[in-house]
């Protein structure tokens, strides 16, 4: 769209008026763009990441390329079902596949891994990959099940959520769902073209001492803790226990805050300025921005004060401008310190100006469409029919809003003090001369605002083509006071001052209704706090207030924050649905709700990971980093799916519950940790935030890494103590 506009721009400019510069002042495709273009980065190094450490734990080429082709081929495929199903390339989708990358390679990874296993027990190549694939069929389609199923909350988030986060677990879905097909096809035919069975790699001879190393002290540490199951189970609740205390400190917000080098600040001055004053007033404001904020660091400011000439403009924008005594500031910055100077600024600029109202709306695009347009996150609204009264509650509201810890740009919007004239109208003398008060007031309409609202004429420029308004109306010049508009002719006979008084007023500048009722709006940004905390105490001040309202008057919460409140209800419930739906699937694979049960306890220390890799990198939940904690749920299902399902073949084969669950630990070992630390590095580069825009993805990827990082150790300690103990008890 933008690049399309773009090019239509040498076209208006041949054909605008001469002396006419027609130039794109602020463009927030560059800020996409840019996002974009980070989040395939951040794709790429995750796949070389993952590559490398395939290779690592491999030790072979030929299988890690194996491995690596069902990336390009998964997300082809996944690319190919969004574009059928209408979606189009974004940050959202883009960063699913992403998260995805990390999880790709599990399914072949398993599989190459178990046939290199039965190589090892002297088998031939054939029959090894037969074996190692009918061996892990049941627990793979399990595995992979349960991390698509885990995606289904998704489709219960409402709002601007649901069009953002629906194509990302689309994307997710769609390529783990091809990685798994692939691991059943063109793996084994791979691996039976490619491999050589036997063949000797020397180069990673020194890691792979150090792994058997590692899987030894592991053993021997699993051994000890398998002896006393209180020894593993006791610090697993304790970091259970820690991460509930934890959980309340961490916070909520709805989507993180994103740098896109832009400010938009609102600038009210006093209610029916003209423009002309408010003009000054902006260029003193403006020095100011200058003097406060380095100016290397400013790429340009614009200044839009006052509404347009049409109101039709105004349905495509979200302004906040009520008249020519208000305006908005935009602020394009070279450097990424928007947060930074929007405190300062806020700041400065209230104490420099105490008479002006200062408020910083949303400047990016992202952010302005969750926020549908509000200039805040927080909207409480008083409405009801008891005007006088609501109003005085309103501003009292309003002053308990400004003493809540993070709350800023406390403000109502509509202005209740703009100057007014009142026409007294004399009805007796009107009636005498057969004029009525409909027909004087549409006289002072016409000679005060032109014709062109009542009855507009045009002219075609004959050259042009372009239409204008044919306007007649009283020259603005030629009213400067009192006696001036007093004797303006009205119905024809009279002038104004001979049958009307004129009176001075107040009266607001804008009305506004919800449910055909009027409201007050309060509107409250967040500054160094998160949007749950702020909105907790919103909520208490309201409940403190709503006491205080007449019958049918009520008080309402609505604005970003509503749909944080619901976005958090609806994933916590297809949560649980979701978990139910696994756990399900378990029962019916393993056809066992003991087993079933084992394998679900390893999600507990995936959930106590998750809080504390948001608390030690000071994230907030949100529906990014819940994102994350979805996948790390599915994942770690997986994990322990392997585990498990191992266990009971050892079990099968006459070994008892300790053994089975050590020998399953101990083998298992290796593709456990290639897939967790596979996912775990592929995160890294999202979780850095390091390019423009990559804020809005890093939640997701310090979720799986902290989740996953604790669920891995869980499932190969937890896992195995509860598998034995339960086993044990039940033989």
């Known amino acids: ?9 040498p076209t208006l400019r041949a054909s ?17 763009q840019a996002a974009v273009d980070n989040v395939i980065h951040e794709g790429l190094i995750a796949a070389f990441l993952t590559g490398s450490l395939i290779l690592l734990f491999l030790g072979s ?19 190919t079902m969004l574009y059928a199903l209408g979606h189009t390339l974004n940050i959202m989708t883009l960063g699913g596949l992403s998260l995805a990358i990390g999880i790709l390679v599990d399914d072949a990874t398993v599989e190459i891994e178990n046939v290199h296993r039965n190589l090892g027990q002297g088998k031939s190549l054939l029959q090894a990959i037969l074996d190692g694939a009918e061996q892990i069929a049941t627990p793979a389609l399990v595995a992979t099940s349960c991390i698509c199923i885990v995606f289904l909350p998704v489709a219960l988030l409402d709002g601007p959520a649901r069009y953002l986060f629906i194509p990302f677990a689309q994307a997710v879905v769609f390529a783990v769902a091809t990685s798994y097909w692939l691991s059943r096809t063109l793996v084994p035919l791979l691996v039976k073209t490619l491999e050589k069975p036997h063949q000797e790699h020397n180069w990673n001879k020194g890691f792979l001492s150090a792994f058997e190393a590692f899987r030894t002290r592991y053993s021997a540490l699993l051994l000890w803790g398998l002896a006393h199951p209180r020894r593993i189970l006791i610090p697993a609740l304790a970091v259970l226990m820690s991460a509930g205390f934890l959980a309340p400190l961490v916070g909520r917000d709805f989507f993180p805050s994103v740098d896109a080098g832009q400010i938009r600040m609102h600038v009210k001055d006093r209610p029916g300025q003209r423009i002309e004053d408010t003009e000054r007033t902006f260029a003193q404001v403006e020095d100011e921005i200058r003097r406060v904020i380095p100016k290397q660091e400013i790429e340009l400011i614009t200044n839009n004060i006052g509404v347009p000439a049409e109101a039709y403009n105004l349905a495509f924008g979200d302004s906040a401008t009520l008249g020519p005594s208000d305006g908005e500031i935009l602020i394009s910055l070279k450097s990424r310190k928007t947060a930074e100077h929007t405190r300062t600024l806020r700041a400065d600029l209230q104490e420099k ?13 992202v952010s302005q469409i969750l926020s549908f347009g509000l200039p805040a996150p927080i909207n409480v609204r008083v409405a009801g029919y008891n005007k006088a009264e609501n109003l ?19 403000h109502m919007h509509q202005d209740t003090d703009a100057p007014q004239l009142k026409v007294e109208v004399d009805r007796t003398l009107l009636a005498r001369q057969n004029v009525t008060q409909a027909n004087l007031a549409d006289d002072l309409l016409v000679s005060l605002s032109s014709n062109t609202q009542v009855t507009p004429n045009y002219w075609v420029d004959p050259t042009t083509g372009i239409p204008y308004f044919v306007a007649v109306q009283t020259p603005t010049q030629a009213i400067s006071n009192f006696a001036d508009l007093l004797n303006l002719p009205v119905t024809g006979k009279q002038l104004l001052r001979n049958v009307a008084t004129l009176k001075r007023g107040q009266a607001n500048t804008v009305v506004n209704h919800y449910n055909i009722q009027p409201v007050y709006d309060l509107f409250v940004n967040v500054q160094s706090r998160d949007l749950g905390g702020v909105s907790g105490e919103v909520k208490a001040v309201i409940a403190k207030w709503q006491k205080k309202m007449a019958p049918g008057n009520t008080i309402l919460l609505r604005g970003l924050v509503d749909s944080m409140d619901s976005s ?9 649905a979701a978990l139910m739906l696994v756990f399900l699937l378990l029962v019916v694979n393993f056809q066992s709700f003991t087993d079933a049960a084992i394998i679900i306890a ?3 220390g995936a959930m106590a990971g998750i809080v504390w890799g948001l608390f030690l990198t000071h994230t907030t939940f949100n529906v990014p980093s819940l994102m994350g904690a979805i996948m790390t749920l599915g994942v770690a299902t997986a994990n322990s799916v392997l585990i498990v399902s191992f266990a009971n073949e050892r079990m099968e084969e006459g070994d008892d519950a300790v053994t089975a669950a050590f020998q399953a630990g101990r083998t298992r070992l290796r593709p456990v940790m290639m897939t967790a630390l596979a996912m775990i590095i592929g995160m890294i580069p999202m979780s850095l935030a390091l390019g423009q825009g990559a804020e809005q993805n890093a939640p997701l990827g310090r979720a799986v890494i902290g989740g996953l990082s604790v669920a891995t150790l869980f499932t190969l300690f937890f896992v195995p103590a509860v598998f034995a103990l339960v086993r044990r008890r039940k033989s």
């Open 1 to 9: 769209m933008v690049n399309q506009v773009k090019n239509l721009l």
């Open 16 to 32: 605008a008026p001469k002396g006419m510069n027609i130039q794109p002042l602020f463009d927030q495709s560059f800020f996409v």
């Open 61 to 79: 080429w030929r299988s890690t390329l194996i491995v690596l082709i069902s990336i390009p081929i998964s997300i082809l495929v996944s690319l």
């Open 353 to 365: 100006f105490p008479d002006l109202t200062f408020y910083f709306q949303p400047a990016d695009i």
């Open 392 to 410: 005085a509650i309103a501003r009292g509201l309003m002053e308990d809003l400004k003493q809540i810890p993070g709350a800023v740009d406390v």
């Open 568 to 576: 958090f209800y609806r994933l916590a419930w297809g949560f649980a």
């Open 602 to 604: 390893a999600l507990p």
